[in-house]
């Protein structure tokens, strides 16, 4: 199975925190990064469809394999 450096998995780690980030999966899909501190839900807008994703946390997204573009 297809991996992200552990380079970018480390700087991923920092900046899926921030609101509004481009990222992307390693299943070539691309997105913006929505957060709710409030709720601590991270939701992920595809750039190419209405499709958004839904995580709990940072460990999440990435297990899933989304990082920082």
């Known amino acids: 199975m297809k991996k992200w450096s552990d380079s970018l998995i480390k700087l991923s780690r920092e900046f899926l925190n921030y609101d509004g980030v481009n990222v992307k999966s390693i299943k070539r899909e691309f997105g913006i990064l ?20 839904t995580f709990h946390s940072v460990n999440e997204m990435i297990n899933e394999g989304w990082v920082v573009d």
């Open 34 to 53: 929505n957060i709710d501190y409030d709720n601590q839900t991270f939701k992920i807008s595809l750039l190419n469809s209405n499709m958004t994703l």
